[in-house]
């Protein structure tokens, strides 16, 4: 007899096994983010969501409603304002036992914001003197894949060719459409 497993839950044991890789691999000190182990595998043809505050992570399968499974795996209401990837746009209000998470950026795979795409939330919007880092991308599978990227709440988005914020760069901007001698360079991106 075969046993087989839905979709929905072979998206949460993989999302639950990646939560606990980056539990394990994670600081988060002063609103930075580190990821120590790489797992790139799995995320190539995944859109994935990471909230700052919680750790959390959350990747689904392309056509598939990324901030529905946040809610659904992580608690979290994602506020997605127009013209986010992911899904429609979402209340500013969360349900009762539900925290709200704003997205800050969103990082793509392809130029003019195309195929799968890396969002960063957190449980407050950018107010233009905090900033918010998360690196290395190859901890989460995007290492050397971003072509363009979009950022809202108030928040304006920084990518870097080296894994702790340095080196070649591309911002602050709040949108990038392409990224010139940037494209699938970067390595770290922070936020403001």
């Known amino acids: 007899m075969a046993n087989r497993t839905s ?8 999302s639950a096994l990646a939560i606990a890789a980056l539990s394990v691999g994670l600081v988060s000190v002063g609103g930075a983010a580190n990821a120590a182990t790489p797992d790139q595998a799995g995320t190539q043809a995944r859109s994935c969501s990471y909230d700052l505050g ?19 795996q992580a608690h979290l ?6 013209g986010a ?18 997205i800050q950026s969103q990082l793509y795979d392809d130029a003019n914001y195309g195929g799968s795409f890396f969002q960063i939330t957190h449980s407050s919007a950018c107010n233009g003197s905090t900033t918010w880092n998360f690196g290395p991308l190859g901890n989460v599978g995007w290492s050397g894949r971003v072509s363009s990227f979009k950022s809202f709440s108030g928040c ?18 709040v949108n990038a459409a392409s990224l010139g001698s940037m494209n699938d360079q970067a390595n770290s991106v922070t936020m403001r």
């Open 7 to 14: 979709a929905r839950a072979r998206r949460q044991l993989a």
């Open 156 to 173: 304006s988005t920084k990518l870097w060719q080296g894994t702790s914020y340095s080196g070649a760069s591309y911002g602050y901007a």
């Open 54 to 72: 919680t750790g959390s992570l959350v990747c689904v399968d392309a056509g598939e409603d990324l901030n529905e499974a946040v809610l659904e």
């Open 85 to 102: 990837g992911g899904a429609g746009a979402r209340a500013a209000f969360a349900p009762a036992g539900v925290q709200a998470t704003y």
């Open 77 to 82: 209401q994602v506020v997605a304002p127009g």
